[in-house]
């Protein structure tokens, strides 16, 4: 009935537990599991006062930058493991970009 099931995640513990009932309904369903993950390059700009700042804000700017990709590899990660123990096929897209979340799965949900 379904040959493709999107799953969002954000690498948390409900989003973790979000993904295991997939798989499970992937699986029993014969379908592939997309995994995705949205990346706000909004949220890569710290919202603190310049005057402030210890550290260039360059600097800052690429520490955020380089620990939120972890985050989001380590979430995407997870998303490949889970399914393919179970043998369930898998890809995932990391997204980089400037609209809502929710925007952001819709447009991946539209994606053929």
């Known amino acids: 009935m379904f040959k493709n099931i999107l799953v969002p995640t954000d690498g948390s513990e409900r989003a973790q537990e979000a993904v295991r009932a ?31 700042l210890f550290v260039a804000q360059e600097d800052l700017e690429r520490e ?34 400037r609209v809502p979340l929710h925007e952001a799965i819709i447009r991946e949900a539209d994606k053929d």
């Open 22 to 52: 997939a798989v499970e309904f992937a699986r029993d369903e014969h379908a592939r599991i997309v995994g995705f993950y949205s990346l706000n390059v909004d949220e890569l700009r710290p919202r603190i006062f310049a005057n402030y």
């Open 64 to 97: 955020i930058a380089e620990r939120m990709q972890q985050h989001a590899e380590q979430a995407l990660r997870f998303l490949e493991d889970a399914p393919r123990s179970a043998g369930v096929t898998c890809e995932t897209h990391l997204e980089r970009t």
